[in-house]
């Protein structure tokens, strides 16, 4: 486990990576743990890129390379374990969601009921608080 997160992602994506993961990089040195939605590819591939991917920007003034290192820890997002660890270290603070509907179910594999049980675990394991943000 990687100490230095202090944001968990639940839906690592496209929106993500664009969004929340380059504020967090171009705004300060907190470190995110992402966890997929409904495939482990994207986990997978920045694992492959030592966390690290290219975003572009495109203007009219040119385009915007910058290798974004803000996710430090990648996981599919069937690994509750990894997520209930996550979830309950102290040094975590925010839980960010860019998940879809399909992800919004009480179903046992449904994200959302995953993180309640992950949520239920920090409050008996330590009770800190913590945000939760859906984007």
């Not at 967090?24 to 409904?38: E, H, L, P, V």
């Not at 994200?111 to 943000?133: D, H, S, T, Y």
């Given at each position: 486990m990687n100490n230095d997160v202090k944001i968990v992602h639940?839906?690592?994506?496209a929106f993500f990576k664009a969004h929340s993961a380059w504020y967090t990089y171009k705004c300060s040195d907190w470190k995110i743990a992402a966890f997929?939605?409904?495939?482990?590819?994207?986990?997978?591939?920045?694992v492959a890129n030592?966390?690290?991917?290219?975003?572009?920007?495109?203007?009219?003034?040119?385009d915007i390379e910058e290798t974004i290192d803000s996710v430090v820890e990648a996981f599919d997002g069937n690994d509750?374990?990894?997520?209930?660890?996550?979830?309950c270290s102290p040094n975590v603070a925010i839980v960010t969601l860019t998940i879809t509907e399909a992800g919004y179910t009480a179903e046992p594999n449904g994200m959302i009921f995953k993180l309640l049980n992950a949520l239920e675990k920090r409050f008996e394991r330590n009770g800190n608080?913590?945000?939760?943000?859906?984007?």
């Amino acid at each position: 486990m990687n100490n230095d997160v202090k944001i968990v992602h639940l839906g690592l994506g496209a929106f993500f990576k664009a969004h929340s993961a380059w504020y967090t990089y171009k705004c300060s040195d907190w470190k995110i743990a992402a966890f997929t939605g409904r495939s482990a590819k994207a986990a997978t591939e920045l694992v492959a890129n030592n966390y690290k991917y290219k975003l572009i920007t495109k203007s009219i003034g040119g385009d915007i390379e910058e290798t974004i290192d803000s996710v430090v820890e990648a996981f599919d997002g069937n690994d509750a374990s990894a997520l209930t660890q996550y979830i309950c270290s102290p040094n975590v603070a925010i839980v960010t969601l860019t998940i879809t509907e399909a992800g919004y179910t009480a179903e046992p594999n449904g994200m959302i009921f995953k993180l309640l049980n992950a949520l239920e675990k920090r409050f008996e394991r330590n009770g800190n608080p913590i945000a939760i943000v859906p984007c």
